[in-house]
């Protein structure tokens, strides 16, 4: 494959915000010098990291004039990966996480794929290797069929053609800068959880299609700490609304079926009780007002109201599902305080 890229050996931007990555920023690097696709401008943005992460990367932008490295004041991921896009010089684009890794024909088949099938978005599978500990605990694959999708196509085949984790994140694909540059299109620095998703929701609405491959090329490095309800986050409800609410109009305004827009509801009313879930996992760090609030906002979202009992995985779900359909918000607030606070 890299020698019919000879023909077009355009240069790819390729983008990795780094933060507290002293332990594996030397391993990404190394992941993305050894593409057989070598026209890369290799952008390594420094978020005010406090340990040696600023200084490795200086370190290997000395010996290889690709690098190009941005020291910042730390302001988040999403402001790094816009600081990078405006220094992006490449027609097209990717994102590594400082924590991650690539393997070296993951560049080359992106570009050639995109080339040779006219697509305006490339997509791979990835590993996710979960370690707790700093100890590698297990691996798991997520991949898809090999096909090339209309954006329509793409929204509706979610958890059906592919995980709906491979179209989130804007890793393990390969972007057109045109796109992004034309649409002004940025990582929203004011939400903390799916910024990235919304980035990707935007971008799909200024694209005509897309191409999977069933090739799995991107390691996706997850510690324990990084689930759901691993830290607490104030405006999880209010984010979760923002995102699915963006990627329903998103699927109405490209036709979806009523099937998958329904799929996608479905969805979108379980990560919202989920939002109850999370408070009360932090009961030392919410607040009481805080607690019913949420259960409030959820108990009168049409998306909760409209979900369904076979969603229910147990019978304290059936429970929660069903006093949050007669609005008995009290009732939910005992069942949630007698089963999290008093343990706390």
Known sequence: MTDKLQDYPELISVIVPVYRAELSIARCIESIQAQTYENLQIILIDDGSPDNSGTICDDYAKDDARIVVLHTENAGV??????????AEGGYVAFVDSDDYITS???????????ERRVDLYLAGLTMEINEAERHVRSEVYQAKQKTYSIRELLEAF??????????????????????VDNRLRFDPDLSLGEDMLFNFDYYQHASNAYFSNNVFYHYIRGNEESLFSRYSPSL????VKIYDRMR?????????????????????RILISCIYHEYMFCNKSTPDSRKEVIRKVANNPY???????EGK????FAVIALLKLRATKAVEKLFEAHYCKRN
């Open 159 to 180: 958890n059906i053609d592919y995980p709906f984790l491979l179209i989130c994140g804007p890793t393990c694909k390969l972007y057109r800068t045109d796109i992004i």
């Open 304 to 310: 909760v109201r409209r979900y369904t009992f076979r």
């Open 237 to 240: 409800y209010e984010d979760t």
């Open 105 to 115: 024909t993951f560049i080359d088949d992106a570009y050639a794929q995109m080339k």
């Open 249 to 269: 109009m998103l699927m109405m305004s490209v036709n979806c079926s009523k099937e998958s827009i329904h799929r996608m509801e479905a969805l979108y009313g």
């Open 78 to 87: 999403s402001s790094a990966r816009n600081c990078g896009l405006s220094h």
């Open 314 to 317: 147990n019978l304290k779900d």
